[in-house]
């Protein structure tokens, strides 16, 4: 969702999905975004087949996609 209001003028709010949020966190690769991740799987407040389903999505290389599939599965 885009939030365009007078209150964010000159710009523009992105309102992102939870799973997608983490899934662009887990395609940086930063370390920081991976325990953002794990934290967030450990305590179920996302979830890790709607997580992957989201990087299937991503314009990732297969070999990272299949990695960050691993990770996932791995919190399953």
Do not use: N, Y
Not at 21 to 31: D, N
Not at 42 to 68: G, K, S
């Amino acid at each position: 969702m885009v939030l365009d209001t007078p209150g964010t003028s000159p710009g523009r709010g992105l309102c992102l999905e939870r799973h997608d949020l983490v899934a662009s966190k887990l395609a940086a690769g930063r370390e920081k975004d991976f325990e953002f991740a794990g934290a967030l799987l450990r305590d179920r407040a996302i979830d890790a087949a709607t997580l992957q389903e989201r990087v299937t999505l991503l314009p990732l290389d297969e070999t990272r996609r299949a990695r960050l599939i691993a990770w996932i599965r791995a919190w399953s």
